[in-house]
């Protein structure tokens, strides 16, 4: 199986409720920056007071921010890894691109995951996250429309994209995402 992958999609597409189950059964690292930050506003560090409120708008947090947290986990881990939420644009993609060339390692696939807004949004109502109510859902949506769309092109260009369909159970989307990364 590919073993540095990459999950693309909307919020509510339920990237990070499969890469948690993939990487748990198959021994990879699970990046996801907006897990991180969470366990920083968490731990009350001052990390944590700078996005809180970036993140409760909806907005994204600064590429620097989030590119020193990869970094710093990209270089101390070597085995497979899954990245969530991240890249979310193109200056975070070539940043990307940059780092894992001085590590001397590359993304195997890209997983989009595509899943309908109503779908997307009743599912986030019901999490109930702190930044899941509807003006800010809303908001996330259309921040993934500008910023973070541009990277489906991008990775199709290199030959890296794989789409699939996120509606129906976890187990049947987890079976469709597994028969894209075999060798
Ligand atoms: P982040 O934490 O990345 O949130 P998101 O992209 O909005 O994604 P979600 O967690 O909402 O959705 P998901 O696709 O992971 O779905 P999930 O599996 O959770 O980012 C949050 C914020 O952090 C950003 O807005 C930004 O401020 C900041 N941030 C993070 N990364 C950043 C970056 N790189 N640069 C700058 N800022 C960054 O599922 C959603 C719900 O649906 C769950 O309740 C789940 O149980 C349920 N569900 C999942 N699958 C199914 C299914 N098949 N059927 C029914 N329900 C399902």
């Known amino acids: 199986m590919k073993q540095r992958l990459l999950f693309l999609g909307p919020p509510g597409a339920g990237k990070g409720t499969q890469a948690q189950r993939l990487a748990a059964s198959h021994g990879l690292l699970h990046l996801s920056t907006g897990d991180l930050l969470r366990a920083e506003i968490q731990a009350g560090s001052e990390l944590g007071r ?80 702190a930044d899941d109510n509807e003006q800010v859902i809303r908001h996330r949506l259309e921040v993934y429309r500008q910023q973070t769309a541009p990277l489906i092109a991008h990775y199709r260009e290199l030959g890296l994209l794989s789409a699939v369909e996120a509606a129906g159970s976890v187990e049947e989307i987890a079976t469709r995402i597994s028969a894209l990364l075999l060798d």
């Not at 947090?61 to 899954?82: F, K």
């Not at 779908?119 to 109930?128: A, N």
């Open 50 to 129: 700078q996005v809180e409120a970036v993140m409760a708008r909806g907005e994204l947090v600064s590429d620097d921010l989030v590119l020193a947290i990869v970094r710093n986990r990209l270089e101390h881990h070597h085995q497979g890894w899954l990245l969530d939420g991240f890249p979310r644009n193109l200056a975070q993609a070539k940043a990307l691109d940059q780092l894992l060339s001085e590590l001397d390692q590359r993304i195997e696939r890209v997983v989009l995951m595509e899943l309908d807004d109503a779908v997307l949004i009743q599912r986030l109502l019901s999490r109930g996250r």
